[in-house]
């Protein structure tokens, strides 16, 4: 058996800096905002790779050939895997079957299914390659979930809302989904601390005419006083249901009458 060629990475060789951003979860440990870094990568296909090698001479075989062989050696893995098999990924790991969540001793079947998911271990090359990276440009730390601006969609009043007419509520990662989510306003005084509200005061805003992840607009249906609005939902930044519900708290906004 022929011996295993060298990687691509060596000792000697310039390691590569990848920019990182720093972002702020909605979880609170002990009352302290929570942090959480992700790497910005760049995204490279099995076809970009095999036309490099054939750019550079370093295959004998078509850049087709080689993706041809490639697509046969993906379909018979994603068999293998299919049918219950751990498969390794040549140097990056190994991928598996695997199950996620809670499960209970009395569950069928059925409801065992619904936990299968697909489990990942990386290789000692794999985790090597990646510590041979290094940290270079940080963005700015932002939150997944925040408003920017809330207002009445005809007055276009910042933090006043007018009883009866529409109001509006911009900014990121709003829109209302999954397992649980509402839109709600508690009343406050104007000098609110910026805790949230105890539960028992919120006041479902129930008509939303529009629900997007930038925008959400819904009827005002509240006395004259001030307020903060609470938004509640299941969706991640990305616009995927989630497990758990964040909550998203507005300024002190004031309701005022139409006649104002």
């Not at 990568?41 to 099995?46: A, L, Q, S």
């Not at 018979?76 to 790991?93: P, T």
């Not at 809330?150 to 007419?165: A, M, S």
């Amino acid at each position: 058996m022929p011996r295993k060629k060298p990687g691509l990475l060596s000792n000697g060789e310039t390691k590569t800096r990848v920019d990182v951003t720093i972002r702020q979860s909605n979880l609170k440990n002990e009352g302290k905002s929570v942090y959480y870094g992700s790497v910005q990568y760049k995204m490279i296909t099995v076809r970009q790779i095999l036309e490099e090698m054939e750019k550079h001479f370093q295959s004998l075989a078509s850049k087709e050939l080689m993706f041809y062989v490639a697509q046969e050696l993906s379909n018979r893995m994603m068999y293998k895997f299919r049918h219950g098999y751990a498969v390794e990924l040549l140097d990056f790991g190994t991928v598996f079957p695997t199950m996620r969540g809670s499960v209970r001793y009395s569950d069928d079947a059925g409801k065992l299914k619904k936990h299968f998911d697909v489990g990942f271990t990386p290789s000692k090359e794999a985790k090597t390659a990646v510590a041979s990276l290094l940290v270079g440009r940080v963005s700015d730390v932002r939150m997944q979930h925040f408003i920017l601006a809330v207002g009445d969609l005809f007055t276009k009043q910042e933090n006043v809302l007018v009883k009866g007419n529409v109001g509006l509520i911009k900014g990121k990662a709003l829109k209302l989904g999954g397992p649980k989510y509402g839109l709600y306003a508690a009343p406050v005084k104007e000098n609110w601390c910026g805790l949230t509200p105890s539960r028992d005061t919120w006041i479902p805003l129930e008509h939303v005419i529009t629900n997007r992840p930038s925008k959400l607009e819904f009827l005002t249906e509240l006395d004259e006083g001030t307020y903060v609005l609470i938004i509640e939902t299941s969706m991640s930044a990305g616009g995927k249901p989630t497990k758990s519900c964040v909550q998203i708290l507005s300024e002190v906004v004031r309701v005022v009458p139409a006649n104002v």
